[in-house]
């Protein structure tokens, strides 16, 4: 069956050409690592392209890196694409104890050690960190990570940085034509592609409780991201607004929402998960460490501010 030539096929040749597809594809779907919100999504499917949204501080860096961890801790290569100004020791040693938390520190002396006595070897995780990421660039080394080093999922922060690199005038339509290419860079390269973006400050100006959860229209430029996104997560945490407890007289100290306002074949809802403050971790609510859904394991961390990886 011709997929770019198909008119009108019965249901039975239908499922016969998806699921023959799909064997042939063989592409994993990635999990998070966060059993609830997997349970609840299904994980990451090949082609998806996930958008994870919050305000400055909620959380959006600290929920992917710890993703991150998760994911390389089953020993599945991954990328992640920051714009940091560089690669600098605050920013590792966030990776470095969200794999490893035993080595979270404090002081940079601390830091500068534990970043010493981590072993990472053995599973890559490939970082490319700089403050000027455009399109072009990234779909190069995205073509090559994912044809030579096997990587089968990739992070990008943020896509508001990307649109401030492009050349193309910060206009809506541009913002829809940087969306539309990711989009199709993750079904090209036939990968979950998970990037974060800023909302507005509608959020702020919102009254009550309810008034501060995010909603998919506080993303910026929302008919654009949401128009080419599969699935669309926003991160909330009452506690940054002050808030410690609900009506009912919940805790609400430590909880991160992660609101699944968009998911493409899926339901949309709710998924509380637990943010320790001081790591920067996001855990299970039932306390389950980052690595416990695989055996530990160390990892090669592929660091990179210019040319191929």
Not at 24 to 41: M, R
Not at 161 to 182: D, P, R, V
Not at 226 to 251: C, H, Q
Request: charged content about 25%; proline content about 4%; overall charge negative.
């Amino acid at each position: 069956m011709n997929k770019n030539n198909i008119e009108s096929i019965n249901i039975c040749d239908a499922i016969h050409y998806v699921i023959k597809s799909a064997e042939e594809n063989n592409q994993p779907v990635i999990n998070s690592g966060l059993k609830d919100l997997d349970d609840f999504t299904g994980g990451w499917y090949p082609g998806e392209l996930c958008v994870v949204g919050g305000r400055p501080a909620m959380g959006k860096t600290a929920f992917i890196l710890s993703v991150i961890a998760n994911i390389v801790s089953s020993k599945i290569p991954t990328a992640l694409f920051s714009s940091t100004d560089s690669i600098n020791v605050y920013f590792i040693s966030r990776i470095v104890s969200c794999i490893n938390p035993e080595n979270d520190s404090h002081s940079l002396k601390q830091k500068l050690q534990a970043i010493k006595n981590s072993d990472l070897k053995d599973v890559p995780l490939y970082l490319n960190m700089q403050p000027t990421l455009r399109f072009a660039y990234i779909k190069e080394q995205c073509e090559h990570l994912v044809r030579e080093k096997g990587v089968k999922i990739i992070f990008i922060e943020t896509i508001q940085s990307m649109f401030n690199c492009e050349e193309n005038g910060n206009t809506k339509e541009a913002m829809e034509t940087l969306c539309h290419k990711i989009k199709c860079l993750a079904c090209e390269l036939n990968v979950p592609i998970v990037i974060t973006s800023d909302l507005n400050r509608s959020p702020e100006h919102r009254e009550g409780l309810d008034g501060k959860i995010p909603q998919m229209a506080d993303l910026r430029s929302c008919s654009a991201i949401e128009n080419s996104a599969d699935s669309i997560y926003l991160v909330y945490r009452p506690e940054y607004y002050g808030i410690s407890m609900d009506e009912t007289g919940k805790d609400l100290r430590g909880i991160m929402n992660i609101i699944i306002a968009k998911k493409k074949y899926n339901h949309c809802g709710e998924v509380e998960v637990k943010f320790d403050r001081n790591s920067g971790r996001v855990y299970n609510l039932e306390k389950t460490t980052l690595c416990d859904i695989a055996n530990p394991v160390e990892f090669n961390i592929h660091t990179h501010t210019d040319g191929p990886f």
